[in-house]
Structure formats: C-alpha cells, structure tokens
C-alpha cells in the first residue's frame, strides 16, 4: 500500500488535468533542449513565500535555491559540503544565468530566532551555525534606540538580503561576470500579510514598491 501525502496527489491529479494539458508542449520542449532560466531567485525555505507563485513563473522560467532565511555564504572552497554554493555556481556557469533575485521577506523565522536567540535553536546541529553566518565577526546586531521591535525585524529581515548580495560578490565566477556586464544582482522584500513586492533601488540603497518600479 502507497503511502503518500493525500493532498499532495490531490494536488497533482489537479495539475495533471488541468494545467498539464495547457502546458504539455512546454514541458516536452524542456525535456528534449534542456533548461534554459535567465533568473535565478535565493529565498526563503518559508511555505509562504514561494518565488514561482510570487513571481507567476512557468516551468523552466527560475531557477530556484531556498534556504533558511534567503541567505548566501561567503564563497569558502574548503572540504565541506556548500549545497547554495553548488546551486550557485551551477547557475552561473552552467546555465549562465543574466540575473540573480535575493528574495527576503517578512515575519522570517530565521531573522526572529537570530535576534530572539530562541533556544533550543542555538544549541542545534544545524540552525544556530547558519544564521550565525549572516554577521561577520565582531559586528554587533541590536535594537536602535526608541526602534520598535518590529521595525528592528524589519530592518533585520531587508539587511539579510543586503548581506547575502555582499557574499555573492566574493564568489569569482560571480564577480567577474557582474563585472562585465554579463550578470546583475538584485534584492526583493515580500510582504507576507499584503501580498506586497519590494525591489531594491541599488542607487539608493531602499526597497521601494514594484508597483512603482521602472525598468532600467
């Protein structure tokens, strides 16, 4: 006997006989030439931020890489395993991809247990040592002065996406090829509640509303 997530198969006995029949031909032609994305999006492992409905992607239109709190290593060739790192550097050099999206977002379980320090988080194998990466040594992350607490989260959550475009800069293959023209990054901020996009104004530096937003 098959044991198996029901609404999952409910799920995809939908996409089969529904979307699936509108989009066969597409996914034959992804099958046979390969994919071929020209976006790449870092996001958030959160179940509520999820960068095809975000964004109304087709298949083969992202390539996607999520993670606890959208955040990107320093590049660090070393023994150990990177899986954003491999995804990254299969983007880049591989499919050569011409943009990367860092999607951060709001009310992020990541960023609130970094700055709760909620335990057992720090103690774990896994979590407390990767949000530890988001500072580097030394830095101090704390509530400004007359700073609501959840403007702190806010301001914590978009630094997030600030730090992560910093790291892909030390990745070779990424610097040289934004050097060149060839690759553009970028930084977005969603806003679970409202279903809002921000997109990063990397003149000056703030996230502004995508309704806004004027192609360059």
Not at 95 to 112: K, T
Not at 164 to 191: C, D, I, K, M, W
């Amino acid at each position: 006997m098959i044991t198996f997530p029901q609404r999952l198969l409910d799920g995809y006995r939908t996409f089969a006989t529904q979307r699936l029949p509108t989009e066969q031909s597409r996914y034959r032609e992804l099958s046979e030439r390969g994919q071929s994305p020209e976006v790449m999006v870092i996001g958030c492992c959160d179940s509520r931020v999820s960068p095809e409905v975000i964004f109304d992607a087709s298949p083969g239109e992202l390539f996607v890489v999520r993670n606890i709190a959208n955040l990107v290593p320093v590049y660090q060739p070393d023994s150990a395993a990177h899986g954003v790192s491999a995804a990254l550097e299969y983007a880049v050099n591989v499919l050569h991809i011409r943009n990367i999206v860092v999607l951060g977002h709001a009310q992020c379980g990541g960023i609130r247990a970094f700055i709760d320090k909620i335990q057992p988080l720090s103690p774990g194998d896994f979590i407390g040592k990767w949000m530890a990466m988001f500072i580097k040594p030394g830095e101090v992350v704390e509530q400004r002065p007359h700073e609501s607490l959840q403007d702190f989260v806010t301001r914590i959550e978009k630094a997030a996406v600030f730090r992560s475009l910093e790291n892909l800069t030390t990745f070779p293959f990424v610097r040289t090829r934004v050097e060149s023209g060839e690759l553009q990054l970028h930084g977005a901020y969603f806003g679970v509640a409202e279903g809002s996009l921000f997109v990063l104004d990397k003149a000056t530096k703030e996230f502004k509303s995508a309704r806004d937003a004027v192609i360059a």
